[in-house]
């Protein structure tokens, strides 16, 4: 209970008073006698207050004592209890759903409660009557988003919905599952959700990747193509091989609006490559043991054509052939039975017009060496089968090499057909004789962006095509030649105006979308929040105290994802005392085998990444994390805010900001009380009542909530 000085101060002030009084009346009597009278009262009073001045004192602190008894019943009916009610009243002002008003207090309070609880239910009605209104009117628009969400929970591929931030704001239950399974794989962090409302995709795909198609699809767009889009292919940290395909979203129907966002098309490939792979090992051996195979049938034939022949040796010949054609056909069914499991495609490419990646190659080049790039020679009418980002990372890794080794060389792009495939040139003048061709491509691509595992031989043999360096016959100059494949087929042309893609929704999903700001300026409803509680062994973390579970929601938007959560138990690696399983339940034998505190938290960092943190009493739970930043390698450095803090903010006036307290004033059901995850959601529902309150306050952005929270009495208490 904290220490209320104003109460204080109200209790004291007519003991203080009295004493004023009296002390002040002896004041002026005294002042108003002469010497001499003063003398004789003097000498009067002496023997009096020598004998019975303890009667006086009694008789002051009796009269005090009851002044200040009145004055505190006075200050609780009078201040306290209108403090309250007017907190009260915000509650229920701000919520509908919040409990009625109780009665405290005399008649009048009593009154004035009970016209607040019919306001409130005249209000509660009309907020049921406009609801069933709005329901009644967004009846289609539900349906259709049901349709959506069925659509999308049908459909075998994942799917990923993004911002232009690369925010999530739409997926389904397939691109859930892919996510899941590689966070679950062998080094990945166990219990993480990779995906969900809110979090940046590029967590898991790189940013270079998901810039570079969209560069390629606002070129497509540029040209009229309204139905642009581009595919690539990424690995994952854990080596997870994944196919995406991107598309845009418009804003406008007809597919003229402004892009809002893009649609994710996902595939784990991994296995399918493998199998290819696989295939292709299969393939070379087969070849090399034919060759022996073919040797050995060519040199019985050889000898069958001797008309001279003994039939012993005849037989013995035509015995070798038909070994080696049973043989190779025991080979040819083995590998037909192993192609029937592996019917899988090679590293997917992406069809694009050769002008774009020749475009694309020469802003990166010049981004990278600062020197213009010639793209006269274009033949503007090739299409290619490529991977783009890789091709164009490779250009760019030569083009800096060689501007290290020829300073001041013109650079050119040149791009023409080869009989059924294209030869892209990277051109450049001056002396070619000393340059390390073979050493440029064995060794690993590094350029301003980051280093690439790939080579610019694995470049080439993605493509299944060849590199070379050809020296100009003038010694002016030389050139890189790519050999590469050009697309199968015809490009489809752009759609007539007026046609477009089937409109499966109509409400926007993308209003979410705006440009970051910094996060103290940013609005409270605005932030993505992890709210988050632990279970420990006890209450001294510096003590040797440990943590026991730790679990986490999510809150995007100003809604709770309780779909969204991190819940795992961690082996403490101690005891835990009797008088702590009664309070959280948890016993060693449910911990036994469990991670270690220092294995969960990577995992737990990568959940509430890019969110600010949010606890009841953080400060507590923070101290444990604080502890392990050196043994887990992780630190939660974002921003944080406390509701028990906040609590104090919006309720002054309460006693008691406790979980359970102020789930009752707010409304709020409390289920799984002493879980983690149980916390976790009493307390993010709390916030979020927490949230309208602190509006009516003036607090509106998340540096005003933490600068109010630090003004708190509870912000002193350290742990």
Request: proline share 4%; net charge negative.
């Amino acid at each position: 209970m904290t220490f209320n000085r104003r109460l204080a101060l109200t209790v004291l002030a007519p003991g203080i008073g009295l004493a004023a009084w009296l002390l002040l009346g002896l004041g002026l009597l005294y002042a108003a006698l002469d010497p001499a009278d003063r003398a004789a009262v003097a000498a009067t009073l002496a023997p009096l207050i020598d004998s019975h001045g303890m009667l006086v004192v009694l008789w002051w602190f009796l009269a005090a004592t009851g002044g200040g008894i009145l004055a505190a019943r006075l200050h609780d009916a009078c201040v306290e209890a209108p403090a309250r009610l007017a907190d009260a009243t915000r509650v229920l002002a701000g919520d509908a759903a919040a409990p009625p008003l109780v009665a405290q207090g005399g008649i009048e309070m009593t009154g004035l409660v009970t016209a607040i609880n019919a306001l409130a239910a005249q209000r509660r009605a009309l907020s049921d009557d406009m609801a069933r209104h709005i329901a009644e009117a967004s009846r289609d628009v539900a349906l259709q988003r049901d349709q959506l969400a069925a659509l999308m929970a049908e459909l075998e591929q994942s799917v990923v919905v993004l911002n232009l931030e690369g925010r999530i704001l739409l997926y389904n239950a397939r691109a859930r599952a892919l996510f899941r399974r590689l966070s679950q794989a062998p080094g990945g962090a166990g219990g993480a959700e990779l995906i969900g409302l809110g979090r940046s995709i590029h967590t898991v795909i790189d940013r270079a990747l998901i810039d570079h198609a969209r560069e390629s699809i606002a070129r497509r767009i540029a040209r009229g193509d309204a139905r642009a889009s581009a595919r690539f292919v990424t690995t994952t940290p854990l080596g997870h091989l994944i196919q995406v395909s991107l598309a845009p979203v418009r804003a406008a129907a007809d597919d003229r609006g402004d892009v809002t966002g893009f649609v994710l098309l996902l595939d784990d490939i991994t296995d399918e490559y493998e199998a290819r792979s696989r295939q292709d090992h299969r393939w070379l051996d087969l070849s090399e043991a034919s060759r022996a195979s073919f040797a050995s049938m060519q040199a019985a034939l050889d000898m069958l054509d001797y008309p001279d022949l003994e039939p012993a040796d005849r037989e013995r010949f035509q015995a070798v052939v038909r070994d080696e054609v049973g043989a190779m056909s025991g080979r040819l069914t083995a590998l037909a039975a192993d192609a029937s499991h592996d019917m899988k495609t090679r590293w997917p490419l992406q069809d694009m017009l050769g002008a774009d990646l020749v475009a694309a190659a020469a802003q990166r080049i010049a981004a990278e060496t600062g020197q213009e790039v010639d793209t006269d020679a274009v033949d503007a009418d090739i299409w290619l089968s490529v991977d783009s980002f890789a091709l164009i990372q490779a250009l760019a890794f030569l083009a800096a090499r060689l501007c290290e080794a020829l300073a001041g060389s013109r650079l050119a792009l040149r791009l023409a057909p080869a009989g059924g495939r294209a030869h892209l040139d990277l051109a450049f003048e001056g002396a070619s004789a000393g340059l390390n061709l073979a050493g440029w491509q064995t060794c690993p691509m590094q350029t301003s962006d980051a280093p690439s595992p790939l080579t610019v031989r694995d470049v080439v043999e993605r493509h299944g095509g060849e590199l070379w360096l050809e020296h100009a016959r003038d010694g002016s100059g030389a050139l890189f030649r790519f050999l590469l494949p050009v697309a199968a087929g015809t490009v489809p042309d752009a759609p007539a105006a007026g046609e477009s893609r089937p409109a499966y929704y109509d409400f926007d999903l993308f209003a979410a979308s705006a440009q970051s700001r910094e996060s103290d300026e940013r609005a409270l409803g605005e932030i993505a929040y992890t709210v988050f509680d632990t279970e420990t062994t006890g209450l001294d973390p510096a003590g040797g105290d440990e943590i026991l579970q730790i679990g986490a929601t999510r809150i995007v938007n100003g809604r709770l994802l309780a779909t969204e959560c991190f819940d795992q138990l961690v082996d403490p690696g101690r005891s835990i005392p009797e008088t702590g399983i009664a309070v959280h339940g948890i016993r060693p034998e449910m911990v036994r085998g469990k991670p270690s505190l220092p294995e969960v938290l990577p995992a737990f960092h990568a959940f509430a990444a890019d969110t600010v943190l949010v606890g009841h009493n953080v400060a507590f739970d923070m101290r444990f994390l604080t502890l392990k930043e050196k043994a887990s390698g992780v630190r939660f450095d974002q921003p944080v805010l406390d509701t028990l803090l906040l609590a104090g903010i919006v309720h002054p006036g309460e006693d008691s900001h406790g979980l359970e307290a102020m789930a009752a004033r707010l409304g709020v059901a409390v289920s799984g009380r002493h879980t983690a995850l149980g916390d976790a959601l009493v307390t993010a529902e709390i916030f979020l009542k927490l949230l309208p309150l602190l509006r009516a306050r003036g607090i509106l952005t998340l540096g005003q909530a933490r600068a109010a929270a630090e003004t708190s009495y509870y912000a002193r208490l350290r742990y």
